[in-house]
């Protein structure tokens, strides 16, 4: 059995191992996860059957893993600072505005009214632009209103003009 605490570096055991406890703030077991049984220590009861389904993880308890994680992520934000992240964005969806053709413009352009999310229209072309993006392992969501560019943090205007490329490849 793999005992998590605090430490984010065991959530691997957890994902390879066929039982694992798991573990809230120090001393505090919240369950044992089994293949065939989920273990409630703390609840009056000696186990409970699994769904053979994903809703084998539903609870009332979270799980104090995600925490684990996103703490580290959240001091790195708050180390290179909200503001900053979000003036790189916006220059990188500035760019993409500025790069586009203005009728696939979903998005409003002015600063004040838009985020670092720019949305697409690339009407019939849609299937070919996003069949294009994958290909070159760009990474977008499509939505109702069109194709959803969300640079952040890890991207570069490098990055942008590869996309803008291949937008102009497939669509003029």
């Known amino acids: 059995m793999s005992d998590v605490n605090n430490d984010a570096g065991a959530l691997r055991s957890i994902l390879v ?33 699994s769904a053979p389904d994903a809703r084998r993880f539903w609870g009332g308890t979270p799980s104090p893993i995600p925490a684990a994680i996103a703490r580290h992520s959240i001091a790195a934000l708050n180390e290179i600072g909200i503001e900053s992240i979000r003036e790189h964005n916006v220059q990188l969806a500035g760019q993409l505005i500025e790069g586009l053709d203005p009728s696939m413009l979903v998005s409003p352009r002015e600063v004040a009214r ?58 003029e």
């Open 17 to 49: 191992k066929q039982e694992a406890r798991v573990y809230g703030p120090p001393g505090s077991p919240i369950s044992s996860l089994k293949r065939s049984k989920v273990d409630w220590p703390h609840h009056g009861r000696e186990s409970l059957p």
């Open 114 to 171: 838009r985020s670092g999310t720019v949305v697409v229209d690339p009407g019939t072309k849609r299937p070919e632009l996003l069949d294009r993006l994958a290909k070159a392992d760009v990474h977008v969501d499509e939505r109702v209103d069109g194709i959803r560019v969300s640079p952040h943090l890890v991207n570069t205007q490098s990055d942008i003009e590869t996309f803008l490329q291949i937008v102009k490849d497939v669509c």
